[in-house]
């Protein structure tokens, strides 16, 4: 028997949830046919089996979340019972058929083991989340030795950066961490916020009708991440808006002519992509994160922009790399390849990691302007609106202009409201008179 565990699926991931089988229990599989359909925060992957044979037992149902190195199917390869089999049977056994093929044990007394080996006991679960499990990365902790303080016995960073400076668990961590009764709220002392009470729900059954979803895969991720973004960042917005006429003109022309030609489907974001670039360059607190547990900001000399792309499983955000050296063109091209990916759910799990800037347009979907949520750990986020026609005044006169809404979302922490006010005045001048820095790049 072969017990085919849950590989890993790329960093950061530690579980997924089972979209679809393609075989039935009882049912003869190939080798590298495809086996299971797993959908994590950053992707759905088939799963091919490695190994051809029938299929005993299925480790879950479509629906279920399964946990990497767990077994999620058991396949019957015609292979002998292998060494934990025999190792089950101690010494005393005398050598015979059971004992397998290969040479008899010596009947001498140094033959037989010194010691016996206690028993391996499987390796605790541990629940935590992706920046908690970095942070223990980063400090050395061995996440397995922590009591959690968080609700329902997870990690949280406090537990983490008290186990490196060598101080004992929590007192609310004594005895064993467990989830507050039902209809209790999650108080301030498990969430390691002073005074935060997430009191519970009202029965809404008791209303009217409703429906009940489990929160899965990617949406599960968008709620991590934006809840942990918006509780450890404090969010400052600024709003500009910014002329581009001449730019829309000159993209109108460039689509047309380039029709056909990759990246030919010119639109506005691979113009902002690089205007955006250009500013980061030049204020690198918005190309940068805060390392709270080492109190030192990073600053990154690389730029990949990530663009958000709504798909019929949720929000993902690809990334767009090394945008410093690619042609608006190619940002254009690399932008229509990864959009499509993630809308057909074939897009690889690294086309969502490594972004270090992030740029959300909501204009195409009808929305004026929007103040967007920092794609934790970067430090900033551009949001555009719809670009439309506007009254506004020049040299006195009422004309009208093409005007786009755009809101740079930054971390406090990191940059002020004046770095703010000159990235986007840069960043509007760039776009206002598009040709000049064009011929450049």
């Given at each position: 028997m072969f017990e085919f565990k849950l590989p890993d699926l790329g960093e950061g991931i530690h579980e997924g949830e089972i979209l679809k089988w393609h075989v039935a229990e009882g049912q003869t599989i190939g080798e590298d046919e495809p086996l299971v359909d797993i959908e994590t925060d950053k992707a759905a992957v088939t799963i091919p089996s490695p190994r051809g044979g029938r299929v005993v037992r299925l480790g879950g149902a479509e629906g279920d979340t399964v946990a990497v190195g767990q077994v999620i199917a058991v396949i019957d390869d015609g292979a002998e019972a292998e060494a934990p089999a025999a190792e089950a049977e101690p010494?005393?056994?005398?050598?015979?058929?059971?004992?397998?093929?290969?040479?008899?044990?010596?009947?001498?007394?140094?033959?037989?083991?010194?010691?016996?080996?206690?028993?391996?006991?499987?390796?605790?679960?541990?629940a935590a989340a992706p920046a908690t499990r970095r942070l223990a990365r980063e400090l050395g902790v061995d996440l397995a030795s922590i009591p959690g303080t968080g609700p329902g016995g997870r990690i949280t960073a406090d537990d983490v950066r008290r186990a490196a400076a060598g101080g004992g668990p929590a007192p609310q961590a004594a005895g064993?961490?467990?989830?507050?009764?039902?209809?209790?709220?999650?108080?301030?002392?498990?969430?390691?916020?002073?005074?935060?009470?997430?009191?519970?729900?009202?029965?809404?059954?008791?209303?009217?009708?409703?429906?009940?979803?489990?929160?899965?895969?990617?949406?599960?991720?968008?709620?991590?991440?934006?809840?942990?973004s918006m509780i450890l960042v404090p969010h400052v917005a600024l709003l500009e808006d910014c002329d581009v006429t001449e730019l829309e003109r000159f993209r109108r022309e460039e689509r047309t002519r380039r029709e056909g030609e990759p990246g030919?489907?010119?639109?506005?974001?691979?113009?902002?992509?690089?205007?955006?670039?250009?500013?980061?360059?030049?204020?690198?607190?918005?190309?940068?994160?805060?390392?709270?547990?080492?109190?030192?900001?990073?600053?990154?000399?690389?730029?990949?922009?990530?663009?958000?792309?709504?798909?019929?499983?949720?929000?993902?955000?690809?990334?767009?790399?090394?945008?410093?050296?690619?042609?608006?063109?190619?940002?254009?091209?690399?932008?229509?390849?990864?959009?499509?990916?993630?809308?057909?759910?074939?897009?690889?799990?690294?086309?969502?990691?490594?972004?270090?800037?992030?740029?959300?347009?909501?204009?195409?979907?009808?929305?004026k302007g929007l103040i967007p949520t920092i794609n934790y750990p970067e430090s900033a986020i551009l949001g555009m609106g719809r670009a439309a026609p506007q009254a506004v005044v020049r040299d006195g006169e009422i004309v009208v202009r093409t005007i786009l809404p755009l809101t740079l979302a930054f971390d406090h922490r990191i940059a002020d409201g004046a770095d703010a006010a000159r990235f986007m005045s840069r960043l509007v001048g760039l776009l206002s008179r598009p040709l000049s820095w064009l011929v450049e790049a």
């Open positions: 010494a005393a056994t005398p050598a015979g058929p059971a004992a397998g093929p290969g040479p008899a044990a010596p009947e001498e007394p140094a033959a037989a083991p010194a010691a016996p080996t206690p028993p391996v006991r499987p390796a605790r679960r541990v064993g961490p467990s989830p507050p009764p039902e209809g209790e709220p999650i108080t301030g002392t498990t969430a390691g916020i002073p005074f935060l009470e997430i009191e519970p729900l009202p029965d809404f059954a008791q209303l009217g009708p409703v429906e009940r979803e489990p929160v899965r895969s990617i949406r599960r991720k968008v709620a991590r991440r934006m809840t942990t030919g489907r010119l639109s506005l974001l691979p113009f902002v992509v690089k205007a955006v670039t250009h500013c980061l360059a030049e204020f690198p607190m918005f190309n940068a994160s805060l390392d709270p547990a080492r109190g030192e900001i990073i600053y990154k000399k690389f730029y990949n922009v990530g663009f958000a792309a709504d798909t019929p499983r949720g929000l993902v955000v690809p990334v767009v790399r090394g945008t410093d050296a690619r042609s608006v063109v190619e940002i254009s091209a690399e932008i229509i390849r990864l959009a499509e990916a993630a809308r057909d759910g074939r897009i690889d799990a690294a086309d969502f990691q490594g972004g270090t800037f992030t740029i959300t347009n909501i204009g195409p979907l009808g929305g």
